[in-house]
């Protein structure tokens, strides 16, 4: 039984505190597999470099388009010229894409663009934590906040531009700008050294046929007050295709301060499920929640704890790194779900340092019907080293499809990526590595000052169509000068 389970009772006076339900231990194991069960390996197809440039990009969300499986968008934090958030597409399956440099940056936002020569379209002086989506007609959708650090009121806010031809092109920021989301403007304290800001959006698109509120879209975040206030996990949404948003609305109510890492899956039906992690108080993620809304987002049931942290992963140093080797920020623990049409169930995957030691992917489920129970969780496709950054995708014929960072392939010690998948509702997983070399992260990073920090990320992204997954991440590139400074955005796909 995974250490996640033996600690929850030892916890659950903690979680009383957190919300207004006390989590159930996780029981009911998911349904009988509906999929036939495969024991091939899974074969990689292709692995690119997306970005081919010289500076650090990091945070790899992935989206395609439905009408056509060809075409994919991906963005990044981008540190070609200060920070902006660097968005690039393919429409070829992933083997070539729309560079980087000059102009891959999403206009409207930052003052500058990749190319020093040529100033921006927006007023801010960084932009980040991207977030990416297609609609139903083909639209695609880019989530980006946009901040100001140098004089008051010390603006930030998250904005949502789009594109209609299939991420080549995005709203210019002169005569259409990106639609803010937010609402909070900075009033003289909006910064991050005093814990205020919004912070790691995430975007969803009701695709569903079915659905009342087909075409809707759904952004997600968590808006830090301060380091002494609640830090609500709050919603807007829009039915106009991203040119309106609705007023944000909480989720979360209560003192509780450490909101994080929020994200919404869809039924076919339009219901949406939205996880996030809290950690009741004191440090990052102690315990995984979910929330529900059967009306569109604009009301949300009260959240319920799903499952309890044994030793969160949190590579934030310095104020935390708890896996071994040299110091380097990534992929912490977080929640990443996906909606299984073909089960109706809700999937969840996690990574958690189990008991001796290493950190694992964990994987649990619940009907969507009754998300007071919960699958035991299971670990996903075991190995001998440390796994992070665990995201997760259903395929339409519920296929699973997961990826994590992973440093099993080299004694514990260089991070490389791996794809698992499960035919049968994640009852075993087959997998393989999908990356071909490498790297130690705490040797690479991003510009700071006359040196790097190294910091690769806090999210990957992977998306599964019928026949095969797509994922991004963050690697290495060839460097450039005397920094280590050349974090690439890589593309693989899979079949599984």
């Given at each position: ?14 979680v009383?505190?957190a ?47 439905p ?5 994919w ?11 902006g958030c ?15 440099l000059?102009?891959?940056f ?6 500058f663009t990749?190319?020093p020569?040529v100033p921006?379209?927006?007023?801010y ?22 901040f100001?650090?140098?004089?008051p009121?010390?603006p930030?806010?998250?904005f ?5 031809d299939?991420?080549r ?6 005569r ?11 009033n003289?304290?909006s910064r991050?050294?005093n ?5 790691h ?12 509120f087909a075409?809707s ?17 709050q ?9 309106t948003?609705s007023t944000p609305?909480?989720?979360?109510k ?13 039924a076919?039906d339009?219901t ?11 440090g990052k ?18 959240p319920?704890?799903f499952?309890?942290?044994n030793?969160p992963v949190c590579?934030?140093?310095?104020f ?11 992929p912490s623990?977080?929640?990443a ?13 996690y990574?958690?340092i189990?008991?001796?030691g ?5 994987f649990?489920s ?8 919960w699958?035991?969780p ?11 950054g ?13 990826m994590?960072?992973d440093?099993?392939y ?29 790297f130690?992260?705490s ?16 999210y ?9 997954a797509?994922?991004t ?11 280590n ?5 890589f593309f693989?796909?899979?079949?599984p």
């Open positions: 039984m995974p250490s996640s389970v033996r600690v929850a009772l030892s916890v659950t006076a903690l009383l505190v919300c207004s339900e006390p989590p159930t231990p996780p029981a009911a194991p998911g349904a009988p597999s509906l999929a036939k069960v495969r024991s091939t390996t899974p074969q990689v197809q292709l692995v690119v470099d997306v970005s081919q440039d010289t500076t650090a990009q990091n945070e790899t969300p992935l989206a395609v388009n009408l056509n499986p060809d075409n968008v991906t963005g990044a934090n981008d540190w070609n010229f200060n920070d660097a968005v690039n597409a393919s429409f070829d399956g992933g083997r070539t894409w729309t560079p980087t000059p102009n891959g999403i206009p409207g936002l930052t003052e990749n190319d020569a921006g379209t927006g007023i002086e960084a932009a980040g934590d991207p977030a990416v989506a297609f609609g139903p007609d083909g639209t695609a959708y880019f989530a980006c906040q946009a100001i650090f140098s004089q009121p010390f930030i806010a998250l949502v531009s789009r594109s209609t299939g991420g092109t995005w709203l210019d920021g002169v259409e700008k990106p639609v803010q989301v937010s609402q909070w403007n900075g003289g304290k991050g050294d814990g205020q800001f919004p912070d959006e995430s975007i969803a698109v009701d695709v569903s046929s079915t659905s009342p075409g879209v759904y952004v997600t975040w968590v808006q830090f007050n301060g380091f002494g206030g609640h830090s609500p996990v919603v807007a949404f829009s039915r106009d295709g991203a040119r948003f609305i909480s989720v979360t209560g003192p509780i301060r450490n909101n994080q890492d929020a994200r919404i899956a869809i076919p339009g949406l499920f939205l996880t996030f992690d809290n950690g009741i108080q004191g993620g102690t315990a995984n929640y979910v929330s529900t809304s059967k009306d569109g987002g604009q009301t949300w049931s009260a319920f704890a499952s309890i942290y030793n590579l934030f140093p310095p935390c790194f708890n896996i071994s080797g040299a110091p380097f920020r990534a623990s977080y929640p779900p996906a909606f299984d049409p073909v089960r109706n169930r809700l999937e969840v995957i990574t958690d189990d008991v001796d290493r950190a694992k992917a964990f649990t619940a009907p969507a019907g009754d998300l007071t129970h699958s035991t299971v670990t996903v496709a075991p190995g001998s080293g440390d796994r992070f665990a995201e997760l995708s259903v395929a339409p014929n519920g296929r699973f499809d997961a994590f960072d440093r099993s080299s004694g514990n010690t260089l991070v490389d990526v791996t794809y698992a998948t499960s035919d049968d509702g994640g009852a075993t997983w087959r997998s393989t590595r999908v990356s071909t070399a490498g130690d992260p040797l690479y990073g991003v510009p700071a000052g006359s040196g790097i920090r190294p910091f690769i990320g806090d990957n992204g992977i998306v599964s169509l019928p026949d095969r797509g994922m991440w963050t690697g290495v590139g060839p460097t450039f000068g005397r920094l400074t050349n974090l690439e955005i693989g796909s899979v079949t």
